[in-house]
């Protein structure tokens, strides 16, 4: 039986005003008693119904004792709200606006009853939130009559606004962070990949979670940019008891200045961008230095004898997945993007460009040369998939499932990393030429020469192809070419004189 409406609207997790009631095919409201409303469990027919229900509820807040009295109320309350969230909460005044918002539920609370609590229960209420009581003016002719009203400086604060509001957004920095991940998500996809989208959303919320998003968004200046960096520096993690890594705080200080810039430049946010905003002295410093960070990564690179063993033992595909990384320096997501296109088989080559730098004109396009054991994993693992080489069991891209799954099982085959498979190839290629690595790891070109000028996008490169081989050759996938020499004019004077044939 296909669903109604109501039905997928309470599955998507939307809440509705009335109720379904499937039973006569109509809507229902309580409110001292069950009121139905006749109209079709559809979207045009729940919007007939809230139409009816809101001509019901008015009639009776008139009807209703003491509903004038509380419909003024949330009318002034509401203005002081509307205030706070366009201009922002003072220091001063953040206990009056948590009051505001606990009066106006209270209210709406009260609304909803059959029978309206009396106007001096709305006092008893008021009185005991000592901050916003104590900016109220009270007129009372009779306890069944009291209203409060705004002070003079309220009247003025909520005529600017009343002069403002039809082309002022709110200024407060929760409304202007929210607005950047909105912008965030729609650029997913399309400008930036879904990892760097979440990866920007999660590296902002150290900021959401230790800094008031009720202040003004104006409040962000030279000063504040100064106490964030000071207090990020500081940050000690309730997790681990420990200070949070230099790479970690330097990621979250580049995204939040990321947003700043982003506000600053919009034409409705009142931001002025700070003047040290790109100071180079916002910087974070490692305690014993980063050099010896580095060293002890080296513990972590692969020996060929692990990575030999970890290739024997592992099923497919993920044994191609590795060596790829490994004759390649793949990351997860550039085996995720490898395309058939990017093979060539009948060169024995794979031609890519970085999946990570494919919109930037400065990143090559490089030419690999695989290894026999690199293409006979290759055989086997491949997909039928019509565009991408490999896909996951449910036929999307893999580079969520490598991770999962070995994160599960990494402990059976070494208990390393496999990024480090990467790394520990760029290393040896170092090891062989220390000018081939970045062209190894493909990445981005770093003269204007070769940036504008060299154009040898996908071409085989023999200084390349002899790097990969040393580095086949020493964990056990290829036979190490024989060497060359070449002959000088000279020499070969000299061995024909002596009566040797060239």
């Not at 409201?29 to 919007?47: A, I, M, N, Q, T």
């Not at 006092?123 to 109220?136: G, K, S, Y």
């Not at 062209?439 to 020469?449: C, I, P, R, V, W």
Request: include cysteine; charged fraction near 30%; glycine fraction near 4%.
């Amino acid at each position: 039986m296909a669903k109604t409406w109501a039905q997928r609207q309470i599955e998507s997790g939307v809440k509705l005003e009335l109720t379904p009631y499937p039973a006569r095919n109509c809507w229902k409201k309580y409110l001292g008693k069950v009121r139905y409303l006749k109209h079709p469990l559809s979207k045009v027919g729940y919007e007939a119904a809230l139409l009816e229900w809101a001509q019901i509820r008015a009639t009776l807040d008139n009807e209703r004792p003491n509903a004038d009295i509380f419909q003024h109320h949330t009318k002034v309350f509401k203005s002081v709200k509307t205030y706070f969230e366009q201009f922002g909460v003072p220091q001063s005044e953040r206990k009056l606006a948590q009051q505001v918002d606990y009066l106006l539920d209270w209210i709406d609370e009260c609304l909803l009853m059959p029978q309206i609590p009396v106007p001096i229960e709305l006092v008893r209420i008021v009185a005991t939130q000592p901050e916003l009581f104590a900016e109220l003016h009270s007129s009372v002719s009779t306890l069944s009559t009291i209203k409060f009203a705004l002070p003079d400086k309220w009247v003025d604060r909520i005529e600017r606004l009343s002069e403002k509001i039809y082309v002022k957004e709110p200024q407060n920095i929760g409304y202007w962070v929210e607005k950047y991940l909105e912008r965030v998500d729609r650029r997913k996809g399309k400008f930036i990949t879904k990892k760097s989208a979440d990866d920007r959303r999660f590296k902002l919320k150290h900021f959401i979670e230790h800094r008031d998003m009720h202040d003004h968004i104006a409040t962000i200046d030279d000063t504040y940019l100064e106490q964030y960096h000071h207090d990020l520096d500081e940050y000690v993690s309730p997790q681990t008891g420990k200070e949070i890594g230099r790479h970690t705080k330097i990621d979250y200080f580049a995204v939040f200045r990321m947003f700043v810039r982003w506000a600053s430049k919009n034409s409705n946010c009142e931001l002025i961008p700070p003047a040290n905003l790109d100071s180079k002295e916002f910087g974070f410093r490692e305690p014993k230095g980063t050099g010896r960070r580095r060293q002890e990564k080296k513990s972590q690179l692969w020996t060929p004898e692990e990575f030999t063993d970890a290739v024997n033992k592992l099923p497919c595909p993920y044994n191609c997945y590795v060596v790829l990384m490994l004759n390649c320096g793949f990351r997860h997501v550039d085996l995720s993007e490898l395309r058939w296109e990017d093979w060539h088989q009948d060169k024995n080559r794979i031609v890519i460009q970085r999946n990570k730098l494919n919109q930037q004109d400065s990143a090559p396009v490089v030419s690999y040369k695989l290894w026999d054991h690199t293409i006979q994993v290759l055989e086997q693992a491949k997909s039928r998939h019509p565009e991408f080489i490999f896909v996951n069991s449910r036929g999307g891209q893999v580079e969520g499932s490598i991770k999962i799954w070995w994160k599960r099982n990494k402990e059976k085959y070494g208990g390393k990393r496999l990024d480090y498979i990467r790394k520990t190839g760029s290393t040896e290629i170092a090891n062989h030429d220390r000018t081939l690595d970045e062209l190894y790891l493909g990445e981005a070109l770093s003269t204007t020469a070769r940036i504008h000028y060299s154009f040898t996008d996908g071409e085989p490169c023999e200084a390349l192809d002899g790097g990969l081989a040393h580095l086949g050759a020493k964990f056990g996938f290829c036979v190490l070419p024989a060497k060359t020499i070449t002959l000088t004019p000279e020499l070969l004077k000299k061995l024909t004189a002596a009566g040797i044939e060239v």
